[in-house]
């Protein structure tokens, strides 16, 4: 089997689209997003599916389960060759696009703290944005200890300790 980069497995793939209804051109870019949204979700809720049974179910990850999710991942990969070609981008640039991205959030490679840095930048936004405005009540201070406390037990469920916060305080966040 000849081996094929992101740009050669795209353009094949396209030729096994159905004409009617992931042909940009027939179907409308719009249509084509959808069909691709809705089969990523659904071959990836295939993909999830074995990965369950294997660690909840125990079923053993052999020869049959490998080779299934590797079909699985197969035919995520044609939906994302597919929305791809319908936005006009080739896989290539999305592959190096996504490459220089992550570099540059963990140089150093992946982190949990910096993961866990990014997250609570972005609870500081929203407390800052949208914390006391008119008619909308965001508890600034249980937010800050939740998020201290979880980072402090190096704990990755700071939804359950916010909103413990919360109830203890008789709040939902928004003020409802």
């Not at 004409?19 to 051109?25: A, F, G, I, P």
Request: hydrophobic share 35%.
């Amino acid at each position: 089997m000849t081996r094929l980069g992101f740009n050669e497995y795209q353009k094949a793939a396209a030729e096994t689209a159905a004409h009617d209804t992931m042909k940009v051109e027939i179907a409308g870019r719009q249509n084509v997003l959808v069909g691709c949204a809705l089969g990523l979700s659904g071959e990836s809720g295939e993909f999830t599916d074995l990965i369950k049974k294997i660690a909840y179910h125990a079923h053993p990850l052999d020869h049959e389960t490998h080779d299934k999710l590797c079909k699985e991942l197969g035919d995520i990969l044609w939906y994302v060759a597919m929305a791809a070609t319908s936005l006009a981008v080739d896989m290539r640039s999305l592959a190096e696009e996504n490459l220089a991205k992550l570099k540059a959030r963990y140089p150093e490679g992946f982190s949990t703290e910096k993961s866990l840095g990014r997250y609570m930048e972005k609870v500081r936004d929203f407390a800052k944005n949208y914390g006391g405005g008119e008619g909308l009540k965001f508890d600034r201070e249980a937010a800050r200890q939740a998020a201290e406390k979880a980072l402090e037990e190096d704990s990755y469920d700071l939804n359950a300790d916010y909103h413990k916060e919360l109830e203890d305080n008789e709040l939902d966040g928004f003020g409802n």
